[in-house]
């Protein structure tokens, strides 16, 4: 059974960094991107970031570019979001997720994501 379980949410206050991490268990995710959405309440679930494999190809939405780190260790089948800077308006459920490497993917919208973590709650107070 595949399962993404995600770590590390909290409260933090804006200006403040935390680390999510996503541990991937029943299979290896070789050739699949891994990454991060997040929703807040009311809205859409939207893309936050993603790796490939490789670790070669990353993206960001120009929301978090500059303050937020994706990377990603995969002996140890493991992901890891840094965000510093942290802003109330990233408060959200962060959500991990996985999608095999398909040539025209950029796992960039849910639509494409093959598999979800539960999500871990980040609150940023002002």
């Known amino acids: 059974q595949v399962q993404l379980q995600e770590s590390g949410g909290g409260l933090v206050q804006a200006g403040g960094s935390l680390r999510l991490s996503c541990a991937a268990s029943?299979?290896?995710?070789?050739?699949?991107?891994m990454g991060w959405f997040r929703q807040a309440p009311g809205k859409e679930r939207e893309f936050v970031a993603a790796?490939?494999?490789?670790?070669?190809?990353?993206n960001y939405a120009d929301s978090v570019k500059g303050r937020f780190t994706i990377s990603r260790d995969n002996a140890k089948n493991t992901m890891y979001l840094l965000m510093s800077s942290l802003k109330p308006e990233d408060t959200a459920i962060y959500y991990c997720?996985?999608?095999?490497?398909?040539?025209?993917?950029?796992?960039?919208?849910?639509?494409?994501?093959?598999?979800w973590g539960q999500g871990t709650q980040v609150t940023v107070s002002s």
């Open positions: 997720a996985a999608a095999y490497e398909y040539l025209t993917r950029t796992m960039t919208t849910p639509v494409e994501v093959d598999y």
């Open positions: 029943g299979r290896t995710f070789n050739n699949h991107f």
């Open positions: 790796i490939k494999w490789s670790g070669v190809t990353i």
